[in-house]
């Protein structure tokens, strides 16, 4: 009996130490220097609704990218029918993800069939419909693709976004998918929730097209556009009066280089007017594209766009070898900085909408803390009183067990890096009512068993055996509703779902093991003639 009495006051000691290590960094903040080394750095991470920040919904508009895949295969299609020398007019996308194209042979329909099934095993033909001089046919991407494609464009745009935060400095963030096509974000402690908006939704497509100068604006902007170009704003600034304006350009619609091929991207101070501009290096493909297309374009314009504008459009004075470049503008710092990341974290794979926008100040943030932990300093402590007064010392047993509860409840939260919420806290004043519920059975079948005229030793046995069922069916129970809480329950139901289940598995713990350890080393150790209960 004393062996085993040793043994489990020792995993008593082993369990509440370890928590105390993953917990020591939280309660003090400061540690001294020689301690840093051997103790966790990581606090427990408060969320959103503790210490201020900003939480956003957004939806990827995969239907958006489904169409600008569709428009590059119409591009690929034009070309692999030029090749194939079948006779076609006016391959275009059209409205939604599908390809419209005329053909002008009856023979092309054979040779397209031929194509689309050796090279865009991913498409299918909608439809066909004869004219009098033409045959006209729908393309689409298949079904089954379709869905995929959706799939994966929502985890291309969650990994940047959470590669642009990663690089913002944002600390603890969280962002997990929602449902097909959402993305919740929770940015705890931002400063600045307009520019983290800002950066996180640019969509960040960097395009490098050629200036058409051979045709005419003007004529352009009456509405008689080449059928290869297209038109493009971008900001001039007025460098002797800081006026900003918007100016019209007329470019190639082809992109001769995307930010696909951006090895790296980095703020400088340019050396001509010690204004911030973004420096662009690109991988080896990248550089040897960027060789061939300046040389190709000696005296020419090449236009740098961002998101369909256009930020700058030198004159390409000559071949560019090594790869580098550079975007200019009135940028400030803040917005070149920003700049740089999104263009190293790439672009987003499609548009996304923000459906919802939250803002929490970190005054709010602090009065929640501060009540939070005032619930449950007041709601412990007259359960504390309450069981030291009507259990005496069983009830200070109660209360030791209660306090060794919420440290080993801190302490998980910490060893894990889970994040405590307001919700969190009421998780945790719940299971402070659980744990007592639990001593509240084993000592009333402890009352029930004395009554009778029991030993001690006997009474403790018999009350623990018989409040055991109870108590496990108790937690299970809570614990099987917490794990459907979690299942489909959002963002604050699942913090308290967490919570509590840490907290009922704690409870057990303390309620059935601790304080029968405690009970025993005193029955034990000490001549005891009556049970305080």
């Known amino acids: 009996m004393i062996k085993s009495l040793k043994i489990r006051i020792a995993i008593t000691a082993v369990v509440c130490l370890a928590a105390l290590y993953f917990l020591l960094p939280t309660l003090i903040p400061q540690l001294p220097t020689p301690w840093n080394e051997y103790f966790p750095k990581d606090k427990i991470h408060l969320g959103l609704d503790l210490q201020g920040g900003m939480h956003l919904v957004l939806e990827v508009d995969t239907e958006k990218a489904l169409e600008s895949m569709m428009e590059r295969t119409a591009n690929d299609l034009k070309e692999s029918l030029m090749e194939n020398k079948v006779r076609f007019r006016n391959v275009e996308k059209t409205k939604g993800a599908v390809i419209s194209l005329q053909l002008t042979e009856s023979a092309g329909k054979t040779a397209l069939d031929k194509i689309i099934n050796d090279q865009y095993p991913d498409l299918e033909i909608d439809s066909s419909s004869p004219r009098e001089d033409a045959q006209i046919v729908h393309i689409k991407i298949k079904d089954k693709r379709a869905i995929e494609l959706k799939k994966l464009t929502v985890e291309h745009s969650l990994e940047t976004i959470r590669n642009r935060v ?50 005419s604006m003007e004529e352009a902007l009456r509405g008689n556009i080449p059928q290869e170009d297209i038109i493009a704003y971008g900001l001039r600034t007025d460098r002797s009066t800081g006026e900003r304006g918007s100016a019209p350009y007329l470019l190639k619609n082809k992109a001769l280089l995307t930010g696909a091929s951006l090895e790296t991207a980095k703020v400088q101070i340019s050396n001509r007017f010690g204004e911030p501009t973004v420096s662009l290096k690109f991988n080896s493909q990248g550089a040897t594209d960027f060789e061939r297309i300046t040389g190709e374009n000696v005296r020419k314009r090449l236009a740098i766009v961002l998101d369909g504008v256009v930020h700058s459009a030198p004159v390409i004075q000559e071949r560019i070898s090594g790869g580098q470049a550079q975007i200019t503008g009135t940028f400030t710092m803040d917005e070149a900085r920003d700049l740089a990341i999104v263009l190293r974290a790439g672009a987003l794979p499609a548009p996304v909408n923000i459906l ?25 402590l007259l359960v504390i009183l309450f069981m030291m007064i009507y259990y005496r010392f069983s009830g200070t047993v109660a209360d030791l067990a209660l306090i060794i509860n919420i440290v080993l409840v801190l302490g998980v939260l910490a060893a894990f890096k889970a994040t405590l919420t307001l919700p969190g806290i009421a998780g945790l004043l719940l299971t402070v009512g659980m744990a007592v519920d639990a001593n509240v059975l084993i000592f009333e079948r402890i009352r029930e068993e004395l009554r009778t005229g029991k030993t001690i030793r006997l009474s403790l046995d018999t009350g623990y055996k018989k409040a055991f069922i109870t108590i496990i ?61």
């Open 473 to 533: 069916d108790t937690h299970v129970t809570g614990i099987v509703s917490a794990i459907f809480l979690i299942i489909f329950g959002t963002g604050p139901i699942k913090g308290f779902a967490v919570t509590l289940i840490i907290g009922l598995l704690a409870s057990l713990f303390t309620a059935v093991f601790v304080t029968r350890v405690i009970f025993d080393y005193f029955t034990g150790n000490f001549n005891i003639k009556k049970l305080s209960i």
């Open 356 to 380: 919802e926008e939250r803002t929490v100040g970190p005054s709010l943030g602090s009065d929640s803390i501060r009540q939070g932990i005032m619930a449950t300093l007041i709601g412990s």
């Open 166 to 215: 990663d690089q913002f400095g944002i600390a603890e963030p969280e962002i997990i998918p929602e449902g097909d096509n959402r993305i919740l974000i929770q940015l705890p402690g931002i400063k600045d929730p307009e520019r983290a908006k800002n950066l996180i939704g640019k969509t960040a497509l960097l395009e490098f097209k050629i200036v058409d100068d051979e045709n």
